[in-house]
């Protein structure tokens, strides 16, 4: 990119490309630069980095909000950064910003998460990536600090870039912004179950429930931060190699 060129921001998520969200990040980062919309053309929460193998991936053109040119994906968030990097943008982006999706994706729920699954992808491919989300899973809801943090980790990243195979998981409370602290992920699981039940042609189906389970204490971690009032800022890594117990076995012989 030349100095005189904008930066060519890739704007993907995992709720679909006609949330509120979306609609919220690409209004951000048109401050930025030049926005390209690539994501799912339906809901795909939770899909993780599931990517598409067995089908063709088709795409559409959008008008959103009569202001932003988007690319419906009849795949995931993951499929849609790929096929934006491979196929649908003319120049190769600069940034690659995920979200703003509807609930927390701190703790395990980065494990799970689409939203930041696209951003990871984004990283896998070479871009600076960042994944924001909302904690407010209400399609309505306040979504002004959110905003407001996006727009200092944009800025942040596209003055200092980040290391590679980094990338950012920014999670927001809704409302104002009280402020951005840098966190860890926390360790925490889903205590879950599911409810049995029969159909009216007497075939059972399964609904999973169950709640998030804190397993550790900290006030750097980014739940604990987030219960604060503040947006949490995390730096992950796609990297899982656990390099502390490598070191203590890489003399034993199998």
Request: charged content about 20%; aromatic content about 6%; glycine content about 10%.
């Amino acid at each position: 990119m030349s100095q005189t060129e904008k930066p060519q921001i890739l704007v993907c998520n995992d709720d679909g490309i006609f949330s509120q969200g979306i609609r919220a990040l690409a209004t951000v980062a048109d401050e930025f630069g030049n926005v390209n919309i690539i994501a799912p053309d339906r809901q795909q929460s939770a899909v993780g980095h599931a990517i598409t193998v067995s089908t063709p991936l088709r795409s559409r053109s959008f008008q959103i909000d009569g202001r932003f040119n988007g690319q419906a994906v009849t795949g995931t968030p993951a499929d849609s950064v790929k096929l934006g990097h491979d196929q649908l943008m003319k120049r190769k982006p600069d940034l690659v910003v995920s979200g703003i999706n509807h609930g927390s994706n701190a703790g395990v729920n980065i494990l799970y998460s689409g939203t930041v699954s696209a951003a990871t992808e984004g990283t896998i491919l070479g871009y600076p990536s960042i994944a924001i989300s909302c904690t407010d899973f209400d399609e309505d809801a306040d979504l002004s600090g959110a905003k407001d943090a996006a727009r200092k980790v944009i800025g942040y990243v596209l003055s200092q870039g980040l290391p590679k195979g980094i990338t950012l998981n920014l999670n927001v409370p809704a409302g104002p912004l009280k402020g951005i602290r840098w966190a860890r992920q926390a360790n925490s699981r889903y205590v879950e179950e599911f409810e049995g039940r029969v159909d009216p042609n007497n075939r059972s189906y399964y609904w999973l429930t169950g709640k998030l389970e804190l397993l550790e204490e900290g006030e750097d971690i980014d739940i604990n931060v987030l219960e604060k009032g503040f947006a949490s800022l995390t730096p992950i890594q796609y990297d899982m190699t656990a390099y502390n117990l490598l070191k203590n076995v890489e003399d034993i012989e199998l």
